[in-house]
């Protein structure tokens, strides 16, 4: 299993971003995934979640209404659009692979960085 992301980067607030993470491995419509963040000196945060086939989505109550979840089967590939950004939203992000029924995640990305900074 292994998840190449990107589209991370410095952004004014306000501003928007497009993370990108490209699957690989394993039967990727098969699996819940998640976009989990940790800001500095602070623990991980489920921002956002997506079923196998895309149709339910479920998001952090802090990211509700401006970050957008989404995925592409046929790439092998999810989705954040992240729009209307603010400074609390500084972190490391990471695409990963749901366990369901161990309530966790199996696999990580390596994480791309987000500043949200004037």
């Known amino acids: 299993v292994q998840f190449v992301e990107s589209g991370g980067g410095l952004v004014q607030p306000g501003g928007s971003l497009r993370l990108f993470c490209a699957a690989s491995?394993?039967?990727?419509?098969?699996?819940?995934m998640s976009w989990v963040r940790q800001a500095p000196g602070k623990g991980l945060e489920r921002v956002s979640s997506?079923?196998?086939?895309?149709?339910?989505?479920t998001y952090a109550d802090s990211v509700k209404g401006r970050l957008t979840i989404s995925r592409d089967n046929a790439k092998n590939t999810l989705y954040l659009q992240m729009n209307s950004l603010r400074p609390e939203d500084t972190a490391v992000y990471y695409c990963?692979?749901?366990?369901?029924?161990?309530?966790?995640?199996?696999?990580w990305g390596q994480g791309t960085q987000v500043t949200v900074s004037l």
């Open positions: 990963a692979k749901y366990l369901a029924g161990w309530g966790t995640w199996d696999y």
């Open positions: 491995g394993f039967t990727f419509s098969s699996y819940i």
């Open positions: 997506i079923n196998g086939g895309g149709g339910t989505t």
